[in-house]
């Protein structure tokens, strides 16, 4: 059977009163039901001799629609691949005989167990806390494991109750809230402490806290907990972390330092001299240097994080990727501590890349395709995961030492899953949008495309705004294009993998030259003749949902919209959201000084312009743009009569399918539907002008 009668096969089923409800199964097609089939694998660690790999894959438990991790282990040949243990962030030992990782134990929540690569029988539990570790680190003469951790520091506030009676059930006390950041998305209400560095002796007892008072290691954006950078000296004397050593660090937007740490006295003292946002730092081999990442401090929305180098006392520091002008990330010493491996994104591609201390930054590997470097082993051969828009990520191995070497896959997780899947084909596309700006962008075709055609389309938004679509492989849109949906992902300005200028494009203007950016991509692929104008549709989630709001709030041409977890109304968004500073930062003055330009940024300003029939969809937990930014929405529409409805989304934080597989399942359905709901748009369809 062709590929072209499966299309016309997959049909959806209609009810008279919703509409559109759901795919009809495919053995041949990528609908939603193969969702629970592929895994995704992360993390590879190469052993310091570069004979073994232990990588993680997550899967979907689909009896407790939940997302598992398991790690396995295999050659670094691809040979006597196998499962290694239930757990995440494994971390080899110095000498390679074993792995320490992350698991479920006791008393509770994740702790870190060490185990043994040959010979041993099972894993030992090392530590028992009542907070979880993070960012683990083997020290150096592998007797200890680094590791970061919460630690409380309640809010007292005594107040003289009366005696309750015996058998009473009083209603608990408020929660004492008395920082600006008190709430986090995917953790919810957050306890007031602060984390801190440990070390923990691999043969048990109680873990020792290094550092110590009223701040957070790790850098931070916005106050939001993340990965902790820090590192080891080779002799162990002395840790490197990054960090806001300051009592003022609630208050703190993009503001981190590097530091010196004494493992045995927590004495501490910076290293960085320039105020910015500085992190990721890594020891060279022989103790001499830190490469470390990050940028001076600035008004902007955004800056490239830039691959610096210091001397191991702070001295000299300078920066080695100043002509790249792009986010350094994953960054490893080459074991001869000439220079520096990291990986960049640039116009939709990440590869890696080799800053000599002397030199200008050269490529390793290049090409439409997506490299995580996980690690490097003394020998200079390199773990890494590679995915394309075919097939998503595998593990694969790359040898350093060989110029031009060719990249070799390891793993072949998703094989299987997809022989018989036929996926839509991609293309790229580049135009020129206003003031000259060039945009790039990306099609995917639906199988068995025929150019003669007219087919709906869908334009997906990324979020961010500061972020990049890529060239990996995308269930999303290759399920709408199983579907017989084109679709169009672009990258407007302010997104990463082009520089500081295009990134800042938008600063104190957003949303702005970015909506010309997408509505030029529509025109691009609209010109190519195989697009039913009357059936085109928009949507995206986060700053997606901000330029979806915007969009449909600036041009009648779309027949609906899908506007997921949005930002609607700037000024009530710094009060619901765990991240107010981020908010601010796109306005030279506080509402409260001066209110009209966070009016007129706001897509909830310019609801009396819209007629598209708009579906809204938000997670129930969601702490980043909070449910509140979708109902102030919602009832607006529906006041104006406008088709809407509003789907809250149980168990979701930001995002309405990354907590929850069939939460994913259910948005892709819920959008198809709503999108064929609606054929025609609710007005006549008008070029991409304001009102």
């Not at 520091?153 to 107040?159: D, F, G, L």
């Not at 949902?545 to 949005?566: D, N």
Request: with cysteine; proline share 7%; aromatic share 10%.
């Amino acid at each position: 059977m062709s590929v072209t009668r499966h299309v016309a096969m997959l049909a959806l089923a209609i009810t008279p009163s919703l509409g559109v409800a759901q795919e009809t199964p495919s053995d041949t097609l990528l609908t939603v039901g193969h969702f629970f089939d592929l895994e995704q694998v992360n993390d590879p660690q190469i052993s310091p001799d570069g004979s073994q790999i232990v990588y993680s894959r997550r899967w979907v438990n689909k009896l407790e629609d939940k997302y598992e991790t398991t790690l396995y282990i295999m050659k670094s040949d691809g040979t006597r691949n196998r499962v290694f243990a239930k757990g995440s962030s494994p971390q080899w030992s110095p000498d390679g005989t074993r792995i320490a990782y992350l698991a479920d134990g006791e008393p509770k929540g994740a702790q870190i167990y060490v185990r043994y690569v040959d010979g041993d029988p099972g894993p030992t539990q090392i530590t028992h806390l009542t907070e979880s570790p993070a960012d683990i680190h083997w020290s150096p003469d592998g007797k200890s494991i680094g590791f970061s951790m919460f630690v409380a520091k309640p809010v007292v506030w005594a107040i003289d109750m009366p005696k309750a009676p015996d058998s009473a059930h009083w209603t608990r006390a408020p929660r004492i809230v008395e920082t600006l950041h008190f709430r986090e998305d995917r953790k919810g209400f957050q306890d007031a402490g602060f984390r801190h560095l440990f070390v923990a002796s691999v043969d048990g007892g109680p873990a020792r806290q290094i550092t110590h008072g009223d701040w957070n290691v790790g850098s931070r954006f916005d106050g939001l907990s993340g990965p902790v950078g820090w590192d080891w000296t080779p002799e162990g004397k002395s840790i490197i972390l990054d960090g806001w050593d300051a009592p003022d660090g609630d208050y703190q937007y993009r503001a981190s330092n590097l530091y010196a740490v004494d493992p045995n006295t927590g004495a501490t003292h910076v290293l960085t001299a320039d105020k910015g946002s500085w992190h990721s730092p890594v020891v060279s081999p022989d103790g001499k240097h830190i490469a470390y990442a990050g940028y001076a401090s600035t008004e902007k929305t955004y800056h490239t994080s830039g691959l610096y180098v210091m001397d191991i006392d702070g001295k000299n520091a300078r920066q080695l990727s100043e002509s790249l002008d792009r986010d350094a990330g994953d960054i490893h010493w080459a074991s001869d501590n000439t220079g520096i491996y990291f990986a960049a994104e640039d116009h939709g591609a990440r590869n890696v890349l080799f800053a000599p201390l002397t030199g200008a930054v050269r490529p390793i590997t290049s090409g439409p395709i997506l490299v995580g470097l996980g690690s490097i082993s003394k020998t200079g051969v390199a773990a890494i995961t590679r995915s394309t828009t075919q097939r998503p990520a595998d593990v694969a191995r790359l040898d350093l030492k060989v110029p031009k070497s060719e990249i070799v896959q390891l793993t072949h997780i998703n094989d299987a899953a997809l022989s018989r899947i036929h996926l839509g084909s991609l293309e790229e596309i580049n135009y020129v949008s206003s003031g000259g700006a060039k945009i790039q962008g990306w099609v995917v075709k639906p199988p068995g495309f025929d150019p003669s055609k007219k087919y709906p389309l869908i334009m997906e938004i990324h979020g961010g705004p500061h972020g990049m679509y890529n060239v990996a492989f995308n269930y999303m849109f290759q399920n709408f294009a199983a579907n017989d949906f084109v679709v169009i992902y672009v990258n407007p300005r302010g997104s990463t993998g082009y520089g500081s200028a295009f990134g800042a494009a938008i600063s104190k203007a957003y949303p702005g030259v970015d909506y010309d950016d997408l509505m030029a991509g529509i025109d691009t692929v609209v010109a190519r003749g195989y697009v039913d104008t009357k059936r085109m549709y928009v949507g995206g989630c986060s700053g997606g949902g901000v330029l979806s709001s915007w969009v449909i709030g600036h041009t009648t041409r779309f027949a609906a919209a899908a506007v997921r977890c949005p930002v609607i109304d700037w000024i009530s968004m710094t009060g619901e959201t765990d991240i107010p500073f981020f908010t601010v930062n796109w306005f030279d003055k506080p509402f409260w000084e001066d209110p009209e330009p966070w009016l007129k940024e706001s897509p909830l300003m310019y609801v009396g312009h819209v007629t598209t029939p708009t579906l809204i969809m938000t997670g129930e937990l969601d702490r980043r743009t909070p449910m509140p930014q979708s109902e102030e929405y919602y009832v607006a529409l529906k006041m104006r009569h406008i088709p809407t409805t509003l789907l809250r989304f149980e168990g979701e934080f930001h995002g309405t399918g990354g907590q929850k597989p069939t939460n994913f399942i259910r948005t892709q359905l819920y959008m198809m539907s709503w999108y064929k709901r609606y054929s025609t748009p609710s007005t006549a369809a008008s070029t991409a002008s304001s009102p």
